[in-house]
């Protein structure tokens, strides 16, 4: 199993919808994968480790695939549209990182 | 329940040692928090989102919590023991981030 992980770094200036991010976009992403995607989970960032800290990532999303083929050969078809989506729950470029799932 | 995150972002010169972390560090967080801790989770950083793209993070550990109070409180007393063993599996710093698990 792989997981996708997407996050959105926080910064001065910016916006995160997570009512859309939660009720539609993950949802569209959900369609489009179909039974290709195995799983999705939505974090919302409440604070840094340390007690005042400020929080890295204002989002993270996790999507789990079988393997790293069923996420990028998913993308080729889909990229655009998912894409198209972003600006309309954030103006964050995310950070996309893929991971084994080690335990 | 809340999640906190643990990312160990990829930079040159960077070192992380999955077997110490999966087999040493995070058993000992384990007993450490002991029941107030619900679980945990180890990513090993694969590659970027797209293809060739370079990894964001060698690893990214994840600890859940019932809530916020669980882990600051169990950190008061054993940040310093976790923090020492740090550099017995990377030289990196890593992000930490508290996390509302919305789904």
């Known amino acids: 199993m792989i997981k996708v992980t997407i996050l959105y770094p926080n910064g001065e200036g910016k916006t ?3 009512d ?3 009720t539609k976009h993950i949802p569209m992403v959900k ?3 179909g039974d290709d ?4 989970t939505i974090d ?7 007690p005042g800290a400020p929080v890295p990532y204002l989002a993270i999303g996790t999507l789990y695939f079988e393997n790293i083929a069923a996420f990028q050969n998913g ?11 972003i600006p309309k729950f954030t103006n964050i470029t995310p950070v996309v990182q ?3 799932v080690v335990e």
């Open 20 to 22: 859309y991010y939660a």
């Open 31 to 33: 369609r489009l994968f």
């Open 44 to 50: 919302k960032g409440v604070a840094g480790g340390a």
């Open 16 to 18: 995160f919808d997570m």
């Open 75 to 85: 993308m080729k078809t889909y990229a655009q549209e998912i894409r198209a989506d």
């Open 98 to 100: 893929i991971s084994e």
């Open 37 to 40: 995607m195995k799983g999705a």
